[in-house]
């Protein structure tokens, strides 16, 4: 009967260990195909103790088919007749029950400010860092789905 609750519990923390969510949410109309630019800058919201999350996925955003640029070659791409996005990039971590990490990404377009997509991720695991870990994992093929490679 011990044997049977040892392995009941480690099935459970296997599954724990590896649980995580994702969910794109694309504007009405939108032709994403159009946006090869993207801007960083402070489009971050959370928890400050947070940022090294918030660059982890801005890196994971930089490994997708946009081209990150700077507020000014964006106004020139903006010109050329392209369109650029921005990110507002907010990350949860509860820090209680075995924690449990959620990053939102809203982009939205860098010149009339609409809102076009929103990615969400969440994980779950054995600590906090894992937790973190998984959530980026997700957010990153999230973000490949919708931009490509």
Known sequence: MKTLKFLVLLAIAIVMQACSTSKAVISHGVDMSKYTYVVFGTESTGDRELDDIIMAVENEIAT??????SNHEAWLKISQGMSVLTPNIHVLTEKWDGGHTYITITFYDFETNQSIAVLKSSGIGLSISQDQDIAIEAIGEKLKDV???
């Open 64 to 69: 997708t088919n946009l081209t990150v640029i």
């Open 147 to 149: 931009f490509g490679e």
